[in-house]
Nanobody, 126 residues
Framework: QVQLVESGGGSVQAGGSLRLSCTAS????????MAWFRQAPEKEREGITS???????TYADSVKGRFTISRDDAKSTLYLQMNSLRPEDSAMYYC????????????????????WGQGTQVTVSS
């Protein structure tokens, strides 16, 4: 069955960097859209970035210019390079995927994604 497994989370000081990975398995074809979401305690899950199979990307304003999403379909892996981290970036980060094409303005909506990882915690201290 389909599985998404995140790794790379941890604790870092403000201004630091982390690289998250998400390894996918069980897909017949590479997912059409993959994305990263995050959820802080008592807050809603937030879609922060997505990437299409042919490389089109979207970014939330909160991470634009600091985070970079990429994917290596040969390795079935999604990445999130996070630079200039801030305390407000602290959250559980989730990888998500869908086999369907969805328009860019819907790629931050959790309801559009069929498959989810278990999450990896990122904590940024000031």
């Amino acid at each position: 069955q389909v599985q998404l497994v995140e790794s790379g989370g941890g604790s870092v000081q403000a201004g630091g960097s982390l690289r998250l990975s998400c390894t996918a398995s069980g897909f017949t074809y590479s997912p059409e859209i993959m994305a990263w979401f995050r959820q802080a305690p008592e807050k809603e899950r937030e879609g922060i970035t997505s990437i299409g199979r042919y490389g089109s990307t979207t970014y939330a304003d909160s991470v634009k210019g600091r985070f970079t999403i990429s994917r290596d379909d040969a390795k079935s892996t999604l990445y999130l390079q996070m630079n200039s981290l801030r305390p407000e970036d602290s959250a559980m980060y989730y990888c998500a995927a869908t086999p369907r094409w969805i328009p860019a303005n819907r790629r931050s909506a959790a309801s559009e994604f069929n498959y989810w990882g278990q999450g990896t915690q990122v904590t940024v201290s000031s």
